[in-house]
């Protein structure tokens, strides 16, 4: 005998068509912060960086000590906020905390890897700060060389607020230098996109060729610079290319061979 079957009946939430607008994620708290406080642990810095992904410019590397008591209400993670916000937040920020920001330069990234001067950067940026940081929160899975205790917070700019407060000072500087770098460089839109690989600006590459400020190494960079510049391209040695090598062969052999061969 079947049982009668029990139907589960759905959410009002789900049925609602406002259930498919995306779900806004939570701002950044200063929660993990006034933990360390509250076992004596300060001052607590968080760091970022902006600029790891264009194809030109430097990567610029800010870190931040909130005021516990004097936090700007606003701040999140940069990429979520607007240039405008950026910018009232940066001047608020500033004003508040303290703050610090390195620079690595395009030839920097071109000798060490984008990584390597991204966190070379970070570095230099905690110890610049005014106030030696007794542990420093920073975005994404590595941690730096510091002389005091570092964590390192996947997603951190979105979930720790001294580094959304970092993201913002690296993002508003990293914005202001490519928007002077336009003006040196006219014609490639560095203003607009501030150097990331958009179609606009991979267009200016295909027809301008690359400028002292791209980044060498990286594709379509590259690719411009064979383009345009091909005398600048070191060629290549294939390790797979067939040369003619002189083999003498000896044609007298002995070998222990059976007498009935």
């Known amino acids: 005998m079947r049982r009668p079957c029990r139907l589960r009946t759905i959410p009002a939430m789900i049925r609602d068509k406002s ?14 912060e006034r933990a360390l406080i509250k ?16 194809l030109a410019g430097p990567v610029v590397a800010a870190a ?18 607007t240039a405008e916000q950026r910018e009232r937040l940066f001047d608020k920020i500033c004003a508040t905390a303290q703050v610090s920001v390195a620079v ?6 071109d000798r060490d890897n984008i990584l390597r001067a991204s966190l070379w950067a970070l570095k230099r940026a905690v110890g ?7 542990h420093v929160f920073v975005d994404g899975r590595d941690r730096l ?16 607020l001294s580094i959304a407060a970092a993201s913002i000072i690296a993002k508003v500087t990293r914005d202001r230098l490519m928007c002077a ?14 150097g990331y690989a958009v179609p606009e600006h991979l267009d200016a590459l295909d027809r301008l060729g690359p400028t002292v400020h791209h980044r060498s190494f990286f594709a379509p960079v590259a690719a411009a610079r064979a383009k345009h510049m091909p ?12 040369t003619e090598v002189e083999v003498q062969v000896e044609t007298s052999v002995e070998a222990d061979l059976p007498a009935n061969l």
């Open 19 to 32: 259930a498919n607008k995306p779900v806004k994620k939570a701002a950044p708290s200063f929660r993990r």
């Open 39 to 54: 076992r004596g642990v300060w001052p607590v810095a968080g760091c970022d960086e902006a600029g790891r992904g264009p």
């Open 64 to 81: 931040v000590i909130l005021d516990p008591d004097r936090i700007p209400r606003g701040i999140d993670d940069s990429k979520r906020l």
């Open 104 to 109: 690595a330069s395009r030839s920097r990234i």
């Open 128 to 134: 610049a700060l005014p106030e030696p940081p007794r």
């Open 145 to 160: 060389d510091t002389s005091c205790d570092c964590e390192a917070v996947i997603g951190g700019d979105g979930i720790v």
């Open 181 to 194: 770098l336009a003006q040196d460089c006219p014609g490639y839109g560095f203003e607009q996109h501030k």
């Open 231 to 242: 005398w600048t391209v070191e060629p290549v040695q294939d390790l797979f290319t067939v």
